[in-house]
């Protein structure tokens, strides 16, 4: 079993659609979560961290669910912009060993 | 200069050479990685370093060899590689600490012909 799994995709949207991503991850023991961007040749970029309690920033939500081992992304209102491929991320037998999901790519269309 | 920079962006070596890619980072980290991005598959971690020592080598072919030299400065060597070889290699920084995210280079382009 991969350690981060993650819908495969593609998602195909249309500008203003809602769109969430699923994650589940099979180390127990991680305690630190991400989601990460990357764009088409570039080098991945953070997006946020995910804390158990939730968090918001503006048009993106990220949920964490320890108990389910489950993390979530949601983004609100998308944007042509938001076009990319977005990574799940857990740490994995430390605080800082980051292992990366296959990523799901997202494609907002006009 | 800021951020994680590394050195050359893009490499072509046949499987006889020698070649070293290397990473810097301006952060003030104590924790440096290299990634290995194929193409349709995910980042695999290779080597990471904490406080300049070696903490994890995910079974990688002896043919890469890393090399920390100070907290700053990553690198790694190159020698008789693969086709198969042939991927993105991304550097990355972080603090070693609990939630805090790891910054990665542009990545070196490599291709063994």
């Known amino acids: 079993r991969k350690e981060v799994e993650q819908d495969p995709g593609p998602f195909n949207v249309p500008e203003g659609a809602t769109v969430a991503f699923n994650c589940t991850y099979s180390?127990?023991?991680?305690?630190?979560f991400f989601w990460y961007r990357q764009d088409c040749r570039k080098e991945p970029k953070l997006l946020m961290s995910v804390y158990s309690s939730g968090n918001e920033d503006g048009r993106f939500t990220a949920q964490l669910n320890r108990a389910s081992q489950y993390i979530s992304l949601l983004i609100r209102d998308s944007k042509l912009s938001d076009s990319a491929t977005y990574l799940c991320v857990a740490s994995s037998g430390g605080y800082n060993k980051l292992i990366f999901g296959a990523g799901t790519r997202l494609a907002v269309h006009p | 200069e800021t951020g994680v920079t590394q050195t050359p962006r893009h490499l072509v070596m046949g499987m006889t050479n020698k070649k070293s890619l290397k990473c810097e980072q301006h952060?003030?980290?104590?924790?440096m990685y290299w990634y290995k991005q194929s193409a349709k598959k995910p980042l695999e971690l290779m080597f990471v370093y904490n406080f300049k020592e070696q903490t994890e080598n995910n079974s990688v072919p002896s043919r890469f060899s890393p090399e920390c030299p100070n907290s700053s400065h990553l690198f790694l060597h190159l020698h008789t590689l693969q086709p198969e070889d042939s991927a993105l290699y991304l550097c990355?920084?972080?603090?070693?600490?609990?939630?805090?995210?790891?910054?990665f280079g542009q990545g070196t382009r490599l291709t063994v012909v």
């Open positions: 990355a920084s972080s603090q070693v600490a609990q939630n805090t995210e790891a910054f």
């Open positions: 952060l003030g980290h104590n924790a």
């Open positions: 180390n127990s023991a991680s305690q630190s």
